[in-house]
């Protein structure tokens, strides 16, 4: 009777945690890149403002850096086999894929300096480190794939003057629009939504055995 009553509860907590380690790695991760995908086709018609990179961001944040990376790179690859805008090539892929972990390892690094506890709905302190995420990795990634498309162009010219090719991708008005429309946008999406999302999630994470202060 004793090995009985000891038994069955260390038989249900082995199943617990099985269940728990599931969630953890494959239905959280699975979770946003549903959200990320289904908000990109609902935002289709609106050119470079979308939830992607916040998305992005808030899972490096709430599942770490590790689960956060999936969530990039699995979220890019998927959108990028239908994306109504067309098929991106393997070496500009490569080049988005590698631009938005930035979003991933920027929610991992605002997670060490701003704590769950201390976030706030509206505006606090810690509002200015969404902005500076924001702003960081969005110019970053435009930057990373407008150069790619600078000298893909200059290879399609055959021309060997990238200066003047950088210029037009980095520069011209149409690049300009569309950096500012990106920028612009998520230098308000992040602190808008950022705190309501990543608390939205903690809730989520913690019937799964994961407490607020455990993601990596």
Known sequence: MRQAVITVP???????RASGLVARELLAPGAFVLAILAT???????????LFDLLVFVAGYTLGLRRGLVVA????????ISNPWGHALPALLATKVGAEIGYALAGA???????????????????????????VTTITYDLATNLYTAFFWASLAGSTDYLRWVSVTL????????????VGSNVALFPA??????KGADRVKQPWGERSDDAN
């Not at 990109?40 to 979308?50: D, E, H, T």
């Not at 790179?73 to 990028?80: D, F, K």
């Not at 520069?171 to 429309?181: D, E, H, I, Q, S």
């Not at 939504?193 to 990543?198: E, H, M, N, Q, W």
Request: proline share 7%; charged share 15%; no cysteine.
């Open 10 to 16: 260390r038989a249900r907590s082995a199943k617990g």
């Open 40 to 50: 990109n086709y609902a935002l289709a018609g609106i050119p470079n403002v979308k």
């Open 73 to 80: 790179v699995g979220a890019m690859l998927l959108y990028e």
């Open 109 to 135: 690094i605002v997670r060490r300096v701003v704590s769950p506890d201390r976030l706030r709905l509206g505006p606090s302190r810690a509002t200015i480190g969404f902005v500076l995420a924001a702003l």
């Open 171 to 182: 520069f011209g008005p149409g690049a300009l629009f569309f950096m500012l429309l990106h």
């Open 193 to 198: 939504f950022g705190p309501l999302l990543i």
